[in-house]
């Protein structure tokens, strides 16, 4: 039998006065279906306001704790209480537990956990900034434990069951995500709860975002054996983030930079805008990537329609698109643009680049000699093989491309996501037009 902790001990545990009050009116025999002890965990099954009981489990070296209430508290009610339940009366030991205790405690084990991090002594740091960032990784290796647990119990359910869940299912996740210091994960995250509501293909849509999660969270255990760019990927995707002035001190690739696109969106209450360009002699594609709070200015260097020679540093990248202007000179009027592709090899090129880095979320595209058409009350863009894009729903400017194009087919440049075509851009009368404005 293990050395069990006593209530003193418990109590210390909880992060404020609430969650021990809670916790003491929750240690009674009567408010759990079941409970079982071993020499390595104690977990049970508890009561709430949900149709569904508590999954609570408190792993008694270290210690770790998993509960599936929504709480943000770590440790929660429940596991504070199922340590109090033990510590006053134990119950019989366990040999076997059940198959999720036997995962959570897999997932304990082959990862470093906050508590172990906090309790472990460490060597000196040099400075405060070196121990900031250890503290981080603390939190965010804890947080991907626990969004490892909460996707098995989400596909373990399946996906009917996902389609129920209330909007505070997603948003808990995220918000436990936001506090471990990974927001990048957090936004995944929320982006999956409107999946189950996007239509007709959202099996597909949402097993496709619970994969990109599921390769972040094992790509961040195996960190160590990635290589340094893959490293990089998924260190940007939870929310890392590099120092510029750092990376502006780097070599730039100097180029005749044509300027082909820019998008705003709103991300997180910021404004976030994309600006695309394509190197003519390096003849590949780079992503300037700027934010600006709500009343602030959004930077405008760079204008599509327009053509500079400048330096851009590029970020660490399996597959680098995200780059710094170092610097830059005169901008001149776009007077010819890149070679464009048709539609099948621009999906090929998506595809390779998604081999190397699978959380691109948005990838340009130059198509040639596209033209609009409605099928099935939905806008396409067609090239001249026959092949064709859909255009994302919430694209308004379709008619404004038909009229543009007159019925004769033009090149048109604009993000793909993988799912839907978004014009920003296309080419007539010697000029670039802008759609998305």
């Given at each position: 039998?293990?050395?069990?902790?006593?209530?003193?001990?418990v109590?210390?545990l909880?992060?404020?006065?609430?969650?021990?009050?809670?916790?003491?009116?929750?240690?009674?025999?009567?408010?759990?279906?079941?409970?079982g002890l071993n020499d390595?965990?104690a977990?049970?099954?508890?009561?709430?306001?949900?149709?569904?009981?508590y999954?609570v489990?408190?792993?008694?070296?270290?210690?770790a704790?998993?509960c599936?209430?929504?709480?943000?508290?770590?440790?929660c009610?429940?596991a504070?209480?199922?340590l109090?339940?033990i510590?006053?009366q134990?119950?019989?030991?366990s040999?076997e537990?059940p198959?999720?205790?036997?995962?959570?405690?897999a997932?304990f084990?082959r990862?470093p956990?906050?508590?172990?991090?906090?309790?472990t002594?460490?060597?000196?740091?040099?400075?405060?900034a070196?121990q900031?960032?250890?503290?981080?990784?603390?939190?965010?290796?804890?947080?991907m434990d626990?969004?490892?647990l909460?996707?098995?119990?989400?596909?373990?359910?399946?996906?009917?069951?996902?389609?129920?869940?209330?909007?505070?299912?997603?948003?808990?996740m995220?918000?436990?995500?936001?506090?471990?210091?990974?927001?990048?994960?957090?936004?995944?995250?929320?982006?999956?709860?409107?999946?189950?509501?996007s239509?007709?293909?959202w099996?597909e849509r949402l097993?496709?975002?619970?994969?990109?999660?599921?390769?972040l969270?094992?790509?961040?255990?195996?960190?160590?054996?990635?290589?340094?760019?893959?490293?990089?990927?998924?260190?940007?995707?939870?929310?890392?983030?590099?120092q510029?002035?750092?990376?502006?001190?780097e070599?730039?690739?100097?180029?005749?930079?044509?300027v082909?696109?820019?998008?705003?969106?709103?991300e997180?209450?910021?404004?976030?805008q994309?600006?695309?360009?394509?190197?003519?002699r390096?003849?590949?594609?780079?992503?300037?990537l700027?934010y600006?709070?709500?009343?602030?200015?959004?930077?405008?260097?760079?204008?599509p329609?327009t053509?500079l020679q400048?330096?851009?540093?590029?970020?660490p990248?399996?597959?680098?698109?995200r780059?710094?202007?170092k610097?830059?000179?005169?901008?001149e009027?776009l007077d010819?643009?890149?070679?464009?592709?048709g539609?099948?090899?621009?999906?090929?090129?998506y595809g390779g680049?998604l081999?190397r880095n699978?959380?691109?979320?948005?990838f340009?595209?130059?198509?040639d000699?596209?033209?609009?058409?409605r099928?099935d009350?939905?806008?396409?863009v067609?090239?001249?093989?026959?092949?064709?894009w859909p255009?994302?729903?919430?694209?308004?400017?379709?008619?404004?491309?038909?009229a543009?194009?007159?019925g004769?087919?033009?090149?048109v440049?604009?993000?793909?996501?993988g799912?839907?075509?978004?014009?920003l851009?296309?080419w007539a009368d010697?000029r670039?037009?802008l759609?998305?404005v």
């Open positions: 039998m293990p050395l069990l902790p006593t209530s003193d001990q109590l210390a909880a992060p404020d006065a609430q969650i021990s009050g809670a916790a003491r009116g929750l240690a009674s025999p009567q408010k759990w279906l079941t409970l390595e965990a977990w049970g099954e508890c009561t709430g306001s949900g149709q569904q009981p999954q489990l408190a792993q008694l070296a270290g210690p704790f998993h599936s209430c929504p709480s943000r508290k770590r440790p009610k429940h504070l209480a199922l109090l339940l510590a006053k134990a119950p019989p030991s040999a537990a198959d999720w205790v036997r995962e959570r405690l997932v084990n990862r956990r906050a508590a172990d991090a906090l309790e002594p460490r060597p000196p740091t040099k400075t405060d070196t900031t960032a250890a503290r981080r990784e603390t939190r965010v290796a804890a947080g626990e969004l490892s909460w996707l098995a119990d989400l596909v373990r359910r399946g996906l009917a069951a996902a389609q129920t869940q209330p909007p505070r299912f997603w948003e808990s995220a918000a436990h995500l936001v506090d471990a210091q990974a927001p990048g994960a957090a936004r995944l995250v929320r982006a999956l709860g409107g999946l189950p509501a239509g007709p293909a099996p097993t496709a975002g619970l994969g990109q999660l599921h390769l969270v094992e790509g961040y255990a195996r960190l160590d054996s990635l290589p340094a760019d893959l490293q990089a990927d998924v260190r940007a995707r939870l929310g890392f983030t590099l510029h002035d750092a990376l502006l001190k070599p730039g690739l100097r180029d005749c930079w044509q082909l696109g820019r998008r705003v969106v709103e997180d209450r910021l404004r976030a994309r600006v695309w360009l394509w190197g003519e390096s003849q590949r594609p780079a992503l300037i700027s600006a709070a709500p009343g602030q200015a959004l930077d405008t260097r760079l204008l329609g053509a400048a330096d851009l540093v590029f970020f990248s399996a597959f680098p698109l780059a710094l202007l610097s830059a000179g005169a901008a009027r010819r643009l890149p070679s464009h592709i539609v099948a090899r621009a999906a090929a090129v680049a081999a699978p959380w691109i979320e948005s340009p595209a130059a198509i000699a596209v033209t609009p058409v099928l009350d939905a806008w396409w067609r090239d001249a093989a026959g092949d064709g255009l994302a729903p919430d694209f308004t400017a379709a008619w404004s491309l038909l543009l194009s007159g004769t087919p033009r090149p440049f604009g993000e793909w996501d799912e839907a075509f978004w014009p851009s296309a010697g670039l037009v759609l998305d």
